[in-house]
């Protein structure tokens, strides 16, 4: 398998075009590697849940909170879903010509890269203005939680930290997906330059050979890193277990049951 | 331009006498395999040393591949036919003699002897950036050396370009667009496909590495006729830099039925001005039922350019094509160039 295609550029000098595609495969091929052994674990592990007596007392001893507690409003969920159609638009543009599916993608790719991009500004701004900022972060104060969480899904009794607003493999989720996709979208931002579009002068010259390679094979690394990434966060999406995360994306509530049972009031404070 | 080197690279020589024979060479060897017709683009490519396959298959001993026959009221001109035997045929000069004024204009004669209908169509495009073996986006690269800022691009695309501005450099082709030819293709794993002459070009928006759907392994053995257009009012005109031996800079063709005046029924093309030939569809609804004058001409021509983007040295192409759709629609003597 090749990672990387070279060409010779007029000069008979050795140039980086692009990934080898291999890595798209090689990528769906860890998605769904991924998909399977998450489903298999869950189905015969003995991860530990909240027992129902348990949730039941605390959801007795907080009636104080309202039936409803918000988890997304309405513009995180508007970018949420403008963000994934943007992404599922691209990804299809981008490897369904590769996987032998022949159509003009050209257009449809580069201006789901300009919604994307919006997007990810209008979300930064958002998040950073109107939103807890670092709910959705991850760093060293997370330890106690990840390890926690581990001996849970190993089937022990903890009472160490429960997540947040966001659980930790959400978090983790979001860190990897922000710097793929600021990798894809600042690097397909210059390839644009490369592309008829109303917004530059068409100029493959702007960078040198070499910076175009990398500039591509960021691009494409990005890309294929975000077929692996998206297979995970549908199957999730999807997934029973997770159903009321999803149903909460698009609702913009989850219970106050669900609160209780999957979430730590001290972390994730609610205004009574 | 690249520079011939003369001495090809290895390559193994079939020579089949049988389409049978030649796609089992084709499917062992797969994209190794070079298909060589009358062989004027192909040695271009083999002694430039662009090109490197494993394997050259030779279809000139396939006579089932040659001659012109008729078929179903329309002809059916073998892939191997060459565009001498075409020019001379006397039902093509009868009944279709667009594809004569086509195929006459092509070329010079003794590359018209050798030259084949088959390979006239599928021959790759004349960009000296892409035939000179640069990595550009039609070779697999990322990059169109000819729409660059200080690119010579004097006979590249107006229309229909996506990232490749390259153009298709067949003579025969909007003819045959025009004649609603049919391509008959025998595919890799020995199934027959009939493909309408204006779907057998590809543009770069599809697939930018292809001129036509021609998969590897694939043949085209045949073009197809229909009565269709037998006998129409025909317009075919090339305009290039020298009179002879030389490709178009645009190319038009046309077939139209009238009645009294009115143009009852039309098929316009373009060449020259694409990475495949263009039929003029939106032209074709505007002036049918309309009267066949100069009005009519002017509004179809304007029509005809809506879109084009001219690079840095082609945007004469853009009046050219303009009065080339006037003069097809009106005829020439009745016609007033303008730039």
């Keep these: ?272 | 331009m690249a520079v011939i080197r003369d001495v090809m690279p290895a390559f193994e020589l079939f020579q089949p006498t049988s389409i049978e024979d030649a796609q089992a060479v084709l499917s062992r060897y797969g994209a190794g395999a070079w298909v060589l017709a009358g062989g004027l683009d192909s040695l271009d490519w083999l002694k430039d040393r662009i090109r490197r396959p494993q394997a050259v298959v030779d279809l000139g001993g396939i006579a089932a591949l040659k001659g012109i026959r008729e078929r179903d009221g329309g002809l059916e001109i073998g892939a191997m036919a060459t565009l001498t035997e075409v020019v001379r045929h006397p039902a093509v000069r009868e009944r279709y003699a667009i594809l004569l004024e086509a195929a006459e204009v092509a070329a010079s004669p003794q590359i018209r002897n050798q030259g084949t209908i088959g390979g006239n169509v599928s021959q790759d495009t004349r960009c000296w950036y892409y035939r000179a073996g640069w990595p550009c986006y039609r070779a697999g690269g990322n990059i169109c050396y000819a729409d660059t800022p200080e690119a010579i691009n004097r006979e590249h695309a107006i229309l229909g370009a996506d990232r490749c501005v390259a153009v298709n450099p067949s003579d025969t082709a909007p003819a045959l667009v025009v004649l609603d030819a049919q391509m008959v293709i025998r595919t890799a794993g020995g199934g027959e496909r009939i493909v309408n002459a204006e779907d057998y070009f590809v543009g770069p928006a599809i697939d930018i590495t292809r001129m036509t759907v021609l998969e590897p392994g694939d043949l085209l053995t045949a073009i197809r006729l229909p009565a269709t257009w037998a006998g129409a009012q025909f317009y075919f005109e090339k305009i290039r830099d020298r009179q002879v031996w030389d490709f178009a800079l645009v190319s038009i063709a046309s077939a139209m039925r009238t009645s009294g005046g009115t143009i009852d029924r039309i098929r316009i093309a373009v060449n020259g001005v694409a990475a495949r030939p263009l039929r003029l569809a939106a032209v074709e609804a505007l002036v049918e039922g309309r009267p066949r004058n100069e009005s009519t001409a002017v509004v179809a021509a304007n029509l005809a350019i809506e879109g084009a983007q001219p690079l840095r040295f082609n945007a004469y192409k853009v009046p050219l094509m303009r009065n080339l759709v006037k003069r097809a629609i009106r005829g020439v003597e009745a016609t007033t160039w303008t730039s």
Excluded: C
């Design chain 1, 1 to 272: 398998m090749d990672f990387l295609t070279w060409g010779r550029n007029p000069w008979d000098l050795p140039v980086l075009q692009h990934i080898s595609w291999d890595l798209l495969w090689a990528s769906l091929f860890a998605g769904v590697v991924f998909l399977v052994a998450h489903a298999s674990y869950m189905v015969f592990s003995a991860h530990r849940k909240r027992h129902a007596d348990e949730t039941d007392a605390m959801e007795a001893a907080r009636a104080d909170l309202p039936p409803r507690i918000q988890r997304h409003s309405l513009p995180a969920r508007l970018f949420h879903w403008v963000m994934a159609a943007s992404m599922f638009t691209l990804l299809l543009t981008a490897f369904l010509p590769i996987a032998g599916v022949q159509f003009p993608w050209v257009t449809w790719h580069w201006v789901a890269g300009l919604v994307l991009t919006a997007s990810i500004v209008f979300h930064i701004i958002h998040a950073t203005v109107w939103l807890d900022f670092w709910s959705i972060w991850v760093g060293p104060r997370d330890v106690p939680e990840l390890r926690a969480e581990l001996l849970r899904e190993l089937g022990h009794e903890v009472p160490g930290p429960r997540p947040g607003k966001y659980p930790l493999g959400n978090r983790l989720y979001h860190l990897a997906i922000v710097v793929t996709a600021l990798v894809v979208v600042a690097s397909g931002l210059f390839m644009m330059v490369r592309v008829r579009t109303p917004f530059f002068t068409r100029n493959p010259y702007l960078f040198s050979d070499g910076t175009w390679g990398l500039t591509y094979v960021s691009h494409g690394l990005g890309g294929v890193a975000l077929v692996g990434l998206v297979i995970a966060h549908v199957y999730f999406a999807v997934r029973p277990d997770k159903w009321w995360i999803t149903k909460s994306m698009i609702l913009g509530w989850i219970t106050r049951r669900q609160y209780l049972e999957h979430h730590d009031p001290d972390r994730w404070i609610m205004n009574r």
